[in-house]
């Protein structure tokens, strides 16, 4: 989890994979194991996604027709679900900035909260793309050499290329890291410090890519500009920090320790700034759409005031902007710091709120009016809902999990050997190990 | 997360199981139980689909054997799924022929037959009613489509409105064969953007990115009574689209590429259609291209659709 500064004499290469197995079966049993109120988390996040797990067989076997998506509204909650978590997974990327760039030592002992987060994100973004496809049976026509990838033409390749090389490296750099502290050894920098920084700039990519996919449609004005990156990375660059803020805090409680205020007044100074970009860059298209006007501003027309008498978008984006912007004043009070309250509901609410601008307040609007101008609404189906939750409940299983193994490694309960004490989590050099 | 590593008794390593494990073992059990069950309807979807239709390569990589071995199961499962005897051809586009349509606003009076006989003609779904076109009903002196209405209920021609049918342009530059995430829809050299059924995932992204509103997803499975179902089909065209695959208006290329003309122009009682082979100086199509005011919609995309739309002077 921490990077010390001097690498340690490599272990023989044979030594340094025989035990990776048992460090997985290790990790999967110490991420099992809990107290009451971990089984009670994850037995309700289990019953979540089993009746996710439910809609999803349903909705396969009788068709999309359960969803409330149209031939007009042909994308909806899933694929807006899809493009927040990849911003929420670009998003784990503001603690490797800090921790790697600017060698923020602090934030070096916790990063590995944000690398999972990312992992976790990213497994939740490709469930929601299988969950959309009317044929998941043929998803192999997606994988090189047995199907036909559309690359380079097709972003959509472009995305299925991005995402699952961030979910590789991430997974490599997490699953070193933790090994090498279960080995009890120094993690040599020449290891992991490339795959850093190659994350960071992946990160970026990822929410750019995405954002391509819908700026590239030259038939949908309302997604058709230039300014459709920036805002997704703006706006992942507040959800995931507001995330990781919470996250921590919840870790903390778990533990029992004390850890982590450095890194989350870095976190609260990032999202100052990135809150206040995405507000003015929702504030810069609304003056473009309306200002100039046009049948183009039909769309925006529709989504912020409603148009001929539908508006089902109206409440969704005004609580949204609302909420941005509460969160936006809570954070920039200087008691953010001092008080819990205060921060927890910024993060909240500003997490909420981009949820939704990314959800019903960019990719809905995006198909009403539709390309010949006809309004035809969309709200989601109980069924969308259900896999929705479902995704959502599996995703969170599956970092809790993750956070499991890596607090036991790092606070030496998973180990291949007896360390005789115990070091603080904060501690960036594990205890001197007998020779594997 | 407050756990603990000693087990069973409470001395380390003496062998004998906890009642922690033991309930862990039991919780287990029972949610791989409660998946199962959870998705089981996935089992009773998977005895609908075949291995061979599972394991299909994609239409540009089938053999002219493995197309015909395709063409005949797929007549087979249309016969065990829909009780219908028909033949599913796949006739080649022509050299030297690239098709284009006309139509002329002037005399079209919104009557829809034309959206009525794509119904027919492409096997499309009876419930949803179907059809590759959409007729808008427009305000004279304005080609602002936010005015136009597709669900006119009142009798054609009302005298302040013209009627403007919407199909695929059938463009030289599709968006959608761009976008396809795995190559299931293309356009053949005779200028019509086609789908393979059984290659396209249903992503739905064509759709998104079409400005024409002309791609159509099967969210169900179609359903049409056995005598209705028309026999004569083509792989490409009008047979019975899979459930969870996208669809298009393919110009009726089972008709049009064995020399006849689309069904919706056959049955337009006013002769507002006209179809031909835009390289042929000859063509009907070529003379309307030639002599009349001549316009296609949203020129300004660059897509260069091969439909247009004139007025008579």
Same mark, same amino acid.
């Given at each position: 989890m921490s990077a010390a500064p001097e690498a340690s004499p490599s272990p023989s290469r044979p030594a340094f994979w025989r035990n990776f197995g048992r460090f997985l079966g290790n990790a999967a049993l110490e991420s099992l194991d809990g107290g009451k109120l971990f089984y009670i988390w994850m037995f309700c996040l289990t019953a979540i996604f089993l009746v996710g797990a439910n809609a999803w067989a349903v909705q396969v076997r009788d068709g999309m027709a359960l969803s409330n998506m149209s031939d007009h509204v042909s994308w909806g909650l899933y694929i807006a679900n899809f493009t927040f978590l990849v911003g929420l997974a670009a998003g784990g990327v503001m603690m490797v900035i800090p921790a790697y760039l600017y060698h923020d030592e602090e934030m070096h002992d916790i990063v590995i909260i944000g690398e999972l987060l990312a992992i976790a994100a990213i497994i939740m973004s490709l469930m929601f793309v299988i969950c959309d496809l009317g044929r998941p049976d043929r998803f192999w026509h997606l994988l090189p050499p047995f199907g036909r990838l559309h690359f380079p033409v097709s972003m959509l390749s472009w995305d299925v290329i991005v995402l699952n090389g961030y979910l590789f490296?991430?997974?490599?750099?997490?699953?070193?890291?933790?090994?090498? !502290?279960?080995?009890?050894?120094?993690?040599?920098? !020449?290891?992991?410090?490339?795959?850093?920084f190659l994350s960071i700039v992946w990160a970026i990519s990822i929410h750019t890519v995405t954002a391509f996919l819908y700026c590239g449609l030259g038939g949908r004005p309302f997604w058709n500009t230039a300014l459709l990156a920036p805002r997704f990375l703006a706006s992942a660059f507040v959800s995931g920090p507001a995330f990781i803020v919470l996250a921590i805090q919840v870790i903390r409680q778990a533990v029992g320790r004390h850890f982590g205020d450095g890194p989350i007044r870095t976190l609260v100074n990032i999202m100052r700034i990135t809150i206040l970009v995405n507000l003015l860059m929702v504030v810069s298209e609304v003056f473009t759409e309306f200002y100039t006007g046009g049948a183009h501003t039909s769309a925006a027309r529709y989504l912020y005031f409603g148009l001929h008498g539908h508006d089902e978008l109206v409440w969704w984006i005004w609580s949204s902007i609302t909420l941005v912007a509460v969160a936006a004043v809570l954070m920039l009070l200087p008691s953010v710091f001092t008080k819990h309250w205060i921060l927890n509901t910024a993060c909240i609410l500003a997490f909420i709120g981009i949820w939704i601008e990314k959800g019903m307040g960019l990719i809905i609007p995006g198909f009403v009016p539709s390309t010949l101008h006809e309004i035809v609404e969309y709200r989601p189906s109980a069924i969308e809902w259900k896999i929705t939750a479902g995704i959502w409940a599996l995703g969170l299983i599956i970092y809790t999990l993750f956070i499991k193994i890596a607090a036991g490694i790092v606070l030496n309960r998973t180990k291949l050997h007896a360390i005789p004490d115990e070091p603080p989590a904060s501690e960036s050099s594990p205890a001197p190990l007998p020779t594997l | 997360m407050s756990s603990s590593s000693t087990s069973?008794? @409470?001395?380390?390593?003496?062998?004998? *199981?906890?009642?922690?494990? *033991?309930?862990?073992?039991?919780?287990?059990?029972?949610?791989?139980?409660?998946?199962?069950?959870?998705?089981?309807?996935?089992?009773?979807?998977?005895?609908?689909?075949?291995?061979?239709?599972?394991?299909?390569?994609?239409?540009?990589?089938?053999?002219?054997?493995?197309?015909?071995? *395709?063409?005949?199961?797929?007549?087979?499962?249309?016969?065990?799924?829909?009780?219908?005897?028909? +033949?599913?051809?796949?006739?080649?586009?022509?050299?030297?022929?690239?098709?284009?349509?006309?139509? #002329?606003?002037?005399?079209?009076?919104?009557?829809?037959?034309?959206?009525?006989?794509?119904?027919? =003609?492409? #096997?499309?779904?009876?419930?949803?009613?179907?059809?590759?076109?959409?007729?808008? =009903?427009?305000?004279?002196?304005?080609?602002?489509?936010?005015?136009? #209405?597709?669900?006119?209920?009142?009798?054609?021609?009302?005298?302040?409105?013209?009627?403007?049918?919407?199909?695929?342009?059938q463009c030289e530059?599709?968006?959608? *064969?761009?976008?396809?995430?795995?190559?299931?829809? %293309?356009?053949?050299?005779?200028?019509?953007?086609?789908?393979?059924? #059984? %290659?396209?995932? @249903?992503?739905?992204?064509?759709?998104?990115?079409?400005?024409?509103?002309?791609?159509?997803?099967? %969210?169900?499975?179609?359903?049409?009574?056995? =005598?209705?179902?028309?026999?004569?089909?083509?792989?490409?065209?009008?047979?019975?689209?899979?459930?969870?695959?996208?669809?298009?208006? +393919?110009?009726?290329l089972h008709r049009t590429r064995n020399g006849r003309l689309p069904a919706c122009l056959e049955a337009c009682p006013t002769g507002a259609r006209v179809f031909g082979n835009l390289l042929d100086p000859q063509s009907e199509i070529r003379w309307v291209l030639e002599h009349k005011r001549v316009f296609i919609l949203k020129e300004d995309l660059g897509l260069k659709p091969q439909f247009f739309y004139f007025f008579d002077s």
């Open positions: 490296i991430n997974a490599y750099i997490c699953a070193y890291l933790l090994y090498m !502290r279960y080995l009890g050894q120094t993690p040599d920098p !020449r290891w992991y410090v490339p795959f850093v | 069973g008794c @409470g001395k380390e390593d003496c062998g004998c *199981v906890s009642r922690r494990t *033991v309930m862990k073992g039991v919780g287990a059990t029972l949610g791989a139980a409660a998946f199962a069950r959870a998705i089981a309807p996935l089992t009773e979807w998977v005895d609908t689909l075949s291995v061979d239709e599972f394991l299909q390569r994609h239409y540009k990589e089938l053999s002219l054997v493995d197309l015909k071995v *395709v063409l005949r199961r797929l007549e087979k499962e249309t016969k065990e799924q829909y009780g219908a005897d028909v +033949t599913i051809s796949d006739t080649k586009p022509q050299e030297g022929v690239k098709f284009g349509y006309a139509l #002329n606003l002037s005399v079209c009076n919104g009557c829809r037959k034309c959206a009525e006989a794509c119904h027919l =003609e492409n #096997n499309h779904d009876r419930p949803s009613n179907q059809s590759y076109i959409r007729v808008f =009903e427009m305000q004279k002196g304005s080609m602002d489509m936010e005015q136009g #209405n597709a669900h006119y209920d009142k009798p054609v021609p009302q005298p302040d409105k013209f009627y403007m049918p919407v199909q695929c342009q530059h599709p968006p959608c *064969v761009d976008v396809c995430p795995v190559e299931a829809t %293309w356009k053949e050299p005779d200028g019509i953007v086609v789908v393979d059924y #059984n %290659w396209c995932i @249903g992503c739905r992204y064509c759709e998104a990115a079409c400005p024409y509103h002309a791609r159509r997803f099967n %969210w169900t499975k179609p359903v049409i009574p056995k =005598e209705e179902i028309n026999p004569n089909q083509g792989y490409l065209s009008n047979r019975i689209r899979p459930q969870g695959t996208m669809e298009k208006c +393919t110009f009726c």
